[in-house]
T-cell receptor, first 117, second 109 residues
Framework: DAMVIQNPRYQVTQFGKPVTLSCSQT?????MYWYQQKSSQAPKLLFH???????NEADTPDNFQSRRPNTSFCFLDIRSPGLGDAAMYLC????????????????FGQGTRLTVV | GQNIDQPTEMTATEGAIVQINCTYQ??????LFWYQQHAGEAPTFLSY??LDGLEEKGRFSSFLSRSKGYSYLLLKELQMKDSASYLC??????????WGAGTKLIIKP
C-alpha cells in the first residue's frame, strides 16, 4: 500500500495560473518535505515541516508556498507558475528522532510532474 | 559550503559488479543514504550508513568511511532493471538531507 501519496501524478497548468499539488501520508511521520527536481539534477529542498513548524529554504522563491493543515496532509502552492517551474515535485516524509537514535529514511511519494504551458 | 560528489554516468555489463563512489563535505554528519531513481519516478530507499563499515542487503552493499568522507554503493549480479540513477545523500548536523546529483547507471547486455 502506498504510504506517501501525491496527487496528481501529472499536472499541466497555464503560465501564471495558480496551481496546488497535494501530498498525504499514512506513516504518521512528523516531518514532511517538498522537493523540486529537474531533469538529471539532484532534488532541491524547497521547505519542510517539522510537525507544524515550517522551515523555508533561503533560496526558495516567494512564488512557492506550503500548507500543512494536519499531520497527514501537505500542500505545495505555486502562485504564478513560470516556464522555469516545470519540474518533478517530490513529497517525502521522515520519522522524528527518538531517544538519540536516528533512522531518518525519507519515504517519497511518486512525484507530480508539472508542465507549464 | 556543503558538497556531494558522485560520477555523472557509469556503464556496466549485465551479470557484472559495479561500484558507485560518493564523496562528501558537509557541516556535520548524521548518516548517509543511497537511493535508486528510475527515469520519471521518485527515489526509492536502498541503504543507510551511519557507522563505518559495510552494510549488505542482498545484491546491494553500501560502505562508509566517515574519516575520509567517502561511501560507495556496490551492485552485484547486475540486471537490466538496475539501469537507473543512484543518488547519494548525507544528513547534516541540522538533519537536512544534502543530495548529490546522482549517477546514471547504464547496463548493457
Amino acid at each position: 500500500d502506498a504510504m506517501v501519496i501525491q496527487n496528481p501524478r501529472y499536472q499541466v497548468t497555464q503560465f501564471g495560473k495558480p496551481v496546488t499539488l497535494s501530498c498525504s501520508q499514512t506513516l504518521n511521520h512528523n516531518v514532511m518535505y517538498w522537493y523540486q527536481q529537474k531533469s538529471s539534477q539532484a532534488p532541491k529542498l524547497l521547505f519542510h515541516y517539522y510537525d507544524k513548524d515550517f522551515n523555508n529554504e533561503a533560496d526558495t522563491p516567494d512564488n512557492f508556498q506550503s500548507r500543512r493543515p494536519n499531520t497527514s496532509f501537505c500542500f505545495l502552492d505555486i502562485r504564478s507558475p513560470g516556464l522555469g517551474d516545470a519540474a518533478m515535485y517530490l513529497c517525502a516524509t521522515s520519522r522524528e528522532k527518538t531517544g538519540g537514535s536516528m533512522n531518518t529514511e525519507a519515504f517519497f511519494g511518486q512525484g507530480t510532474r508539472l508542465t507549464v504551458v | 559550503g556543503q558538497n556531494i560528489d558522485q560520477p555523472t554516468e557509469m556503464t556496466a555489463t549485465e551479470g557484472a559488479i559495479v561500484q558507485i563512489n560518493c564523496t562528501y563535505q558537509t557541516s556535520g554528519f548524521n548518516g548517509l543514504f543511497w537511493y535508486q531513481q528510475h527515469a520519471g519516478e521518485a527515489p526509492t530507499f536502498l541503504s543507510y550508513n551511519v557507522l563505518d563499515g559495510l552494510e549488505e542487503k542482498g545484491r546491494f552493499s553500501s560502505f562508509l568511511s566517515r574519516s575520509k568522507g567517502y561511501s560507495y554503493l556496490l551492485l552485484k549480479e547486475l540486471q537490466m532493471k538496475d539501469s537507473a540513477s543512484y543518488l547519494c545523500a548525507v544528513m547534516d548536523s541540522n538533519y537536512q538531507l544534502i543530495w548529490g546529483a546522482g549517477t546514471k547507471l547504464i547496463i548493457k547486455p
